[in-house]
């Protein structure tokens, strides 16, 4: 998000807008994941990358698949993207990010077999619901792994009831993410989205953070003016 509004920015004050790495570095894009956050901006879909733990190193992009629907059947993600306490780490994602790489030699195989048949396949045939249980069953192996890695993720009563508002209102995969702090889930079609959104918005009122969804039909960056 922050990339888009760097761009648009760009834009208004005829400054270049496809340089990627240029636009971060106006912004000072230095989170960790910055170069995955790029490489997702600059071609969209969904990506299989491989990254080597380094900060800094652009991530290798194995598979890509494009993700188009119309607005009947779209895919979107409603999220809460939560203000930090006043106890929150300062290196919050930092350490996250740490966390998720080095969990990585504690991963379950199977979730590679789970991705390459059920995952993958799922998107690529556009099957919305085996899609969301393949991600649920790896998210699940994911949180398994930084558990016995020791750095488990521990949610808040206020997260948990959070993600729960999400499945009522008819989110599926549900989590929160595993650099920082917002909360989200999936859903299908741009009414079941609306629901869900304005069910978040009247559970955590507009002191908790911002309640966005988001559409996945993208092919990469694009810029319209109107």
Same mark, same amino acid.
């Given at each position: !998000? &922050? ?10 004050? %005829? @400054? ?10 106006? $912004? ?6 910055? *170069? ?11 990506? @299989? ?9 652009? /991530?290798?992009? !194995?598979?890509?698949? *494009?993700?188009?629907?119309? #607005?009947?059947?779209?895919?979107? $993600?409603? !999220?809460? +993207?939560? =203000? /930090? *306490? ?39 045939? #556009? #099957?919305? /619901?085996?899609?969301?249980?393949? =991600?649920? !069953?790896? +998210? ?6 930084? +558990? #016995?890695?020791?750095? /488990? ?6 997260? +948990?009831?959070? =993600? ?24 299908? %079609? ?9 069910? @978040? ?5 507009? *002191?908790?953070?911002?309640? $966005? ?9 694009? &810029?319209?003016? $109107?």
């Amino acid at each position: !998000m &922050l990339l888009a509004v760097a761009r648009a920015l760009a834009q208004l004050n %005829g @400054l270049p807008t496809h340089d990627i790495s240029a636009l971060g570095q106006a $912004i000072d894009l230095q989170l960790p994941g910055a *170069e995955l956050e790029m490489a997702g901006f600059q071609v969209g879909g969904l990506l @299989l990358v491989e990254i080597n733990g380094e900060h800094g190193s652009y /991530p290798n992009i !194995m598979r890509r698949h *494009e993700l188009r629907h119309d #607005d009947l059947n779209s895919w979107a $993600i409603p !999220m809460l +993207q939560a =203000l /930090p *306490e006043s106890n929150t780490p300062p290196d919050l994602e930092r350490n996250n990010y740490r966390n998720l790489v080095e969990a990585g030699a504690h991963l379950n195989l199977e979730s590679g077999y789970l991705f390459d048949k059920y995952l993958w396949p799922a998107v690529v045939s #556009d #099957d919305y /619901p085996g899609f969301t249980h393949a =991600l649920s !069953m790896l +998210q699940t192996l994911t949180l398994r792994a930084l +558990q #016995d890695a020791g750095t /488990p993720t521990v949610l808040s009563e206020f997260e +948990q009831s959070v =993600l729960s508002n999400l499945r009522e209102a008819g989110a599926s995969a549900t989590a929160q993410s595993l650099f920082g702090l917002t909360l989200f889930g999936f859903t299908q %079609g741009n009414k079941n989205t609306a629901k869900a959104k304005r069910s @978040l918005m009247a559970h955590v009122g507009h *002191e908790a953070g911002s309640t $966005i969804a988001t559409l996945t039909n993208n092919s990469g960056a694009s &810029l319209t003016t $109107i």
